[in-house]
């Protein structure tokens, strides 16, 4: 099965910032340039979310809660996604998870074991 691997979680303070990476397996290295990339997050109890997408174009869309707080982008050549989350909130706190999107904005591959960010005081 395909997966990407997420990375960059951890324990940070309220108002803090960190950058969440994700990078393509080598399987999928020739298609990955042509792909919708997004994050998504899901917290316990929770259904997951998707946070942030980014198109092949370099068009991104965020969901209401992390508008102008989160930054997607995308570097085809490193084949890697990147998330920069400022202005944390204890409601971002979730396991992140990257994934391609399908036409219709649906996960497209298997689901990666994610990274943890933990948002406290």
């Known amino acids: 099965q395909v997966h990407l691997v997420e990375s960059g979680g951890g324990l940070v303070q309220p108002g803090g910032s960190l950058r969440l990476s994700c990078v393509a397996p080598?399987?999928?290295?020739?298609?990955?340039?042509?792909?919708?990339m997004g994050w998504y997050r899901q917290s316990p109890g929770q259904e997951r979310e998707l946070v942030a997408s980014?198109?092949?174009?370099?068009?991104?869309d965020y969901a209401d809660s992390v508008k102008g707080r989160f930054t997607i982008s995308r570097n085809n050549y490193r084949k890697t996604v990147y998330l920069q989350m400022t202005n944390l909130k204890l409601e971002d706190t979730a396991a992140y998870y990257c994934?391609?999107?399908?036409?219709?904005?649906?996960?497209?591959?298997?689901w990666g074991q994610g990274t943890q960010v933990t948002v406290a005081s």
């Open positions: 994934n391609a999107l399908t036409s219709t904005k649906y996960p497209k591959y298997a």
């Open positions: 080598r399987a999928i290295f020739s298609v990955f340039a042509p792909l919708d």
């Open positions: 980014v198109t092949t174009g370099g068009t991104t």
